[in-house]
C-alpha cells in the first residue's frame, strides 16, 4: 500500500513516518509541505491512498482533494485535520475524500482507518460521523418539525427543569411570550406534554 502525505507540519510528518514504519504492508513514497508542491509531481504516482491536511498554506487542502481526486482517479483520499465544524467536514467530502479523521487519532486509530480505507470504507473519527449523523438527522426533519433558534433554547432549558417563570427571567421575555413559544413547539412536536415534547425533540435529533 504506498501512500502520499500532504503535510504542512514537518514534525508531524515524522509522526505520521513513525507511525507507520512498522506496517510491512505500508510504505510512504513521498511527503509535501504544500499543496502546490504536491501537485506538480503527483500526475502518474502510483499512490493507493493521499493523505491530506487540510489547513494548508497557499492553496486549501479542499481544492488539494478536489484536484488530486481528478489526478489520482485510482487513489483514495483521506482528509487528516483538525478541523472538526460542519462545513469543512462537508467541503472535504464533497471535493472527493472517502475518510476524515482528526490528527488527535491514536497511531493504532490512524493505522486502522488506512487499512479500511484501502478496503473501500470510508473510515471517520467517530466525533466526525456523529456531527455527520446529526447533520443528516436535521435535513431529514420535515420542515413543520423545525423550531426557531428561541424555541429550540427554550426547549432546551425546559429539559434543563427551569419553570416558565424561570425561562421567562432569563431571556428577559414575558411569560406570556413563554407559553407562546411552548404552544408552537407542542404543535410543531405534535406534543401535549413536557416530556412528550422532550422525548420527540430527542427522536428527531433535535436535542
Do not use: W
Not at 513513525?18 to 510512504?28: C, K, L, T, Y
Amino acid at each position: 500500500m504506498k501512500i502520499v502525505i500532504v503535510e504542512d507540519n514537518p514534525l508531524f510528518i515524522d509522526n505520521l513516518l513513525a507511525i507507520f514504519q512498522n506496517e510491512p504492508d505500508i510504505r510512504i513514497i513521498a511527503s509535501y509541505q504544500s499543496a502546490e508542491e504536491a501537485l506538480d509531481d503527483l500526475a502518474g504516482c502510483p499512490a493507493d491512498i493521499l493523505l491530506a491536511d487540510l489547513g494548508l498554506p497557499g492553496m486549501s487542502g479542499i481544492e488539494l482533494i478536489g484536484r488530486a481526486r481528478e489526478i489520482l482517479p485510482q487513489a483514495e483520499i483521506m482528509a487528516l485535520t483538525v478541523f472538526e465544524d460542519r462545513d469543512t467536514i462537508l467541503a472535504a467530502i464533497r471535493a472527493g475524500a472517502s475518510s476524515y479523521m482528526l490528527k488527535s487519532s491514536t497511531p493504532q486509530e490512524l493505522i486502522k482507518a488506512v487499512f479500511d480505507l484501502s478496503r473501500g470504507e470510508a473510515p471517520m473519527s467517530p466525533r466526525i460521523a456523529r456531527k455527520i449523523i446529526r447533520e443528516f438527522r436535521q435535513e431529514s426533519i420535515p420542515e413543520q418539525y423545525l423550531l426557531s433558534s428561541r424555541e429550540k433554547e427554550i426547549l432546551r432549558e425546559i429539559e434543563a427543569g427551569l419553570a416558565y417563570k424561570e425561562i421567562a427571567q432569563k431571556f428577559s421575555i414575558s411569560s406570556h411570550t413563554v407559553h407562546a413559544h411552548i404552544r408552537n413547539i407542542y404543535k410543531k412536536l405534535q406534543a401535549d406534554n413536557r416530556a412528550s415534547a422532550l422525548t420527540a425533540a430527542k427522536k428527531k435529533g433535535i436535542l
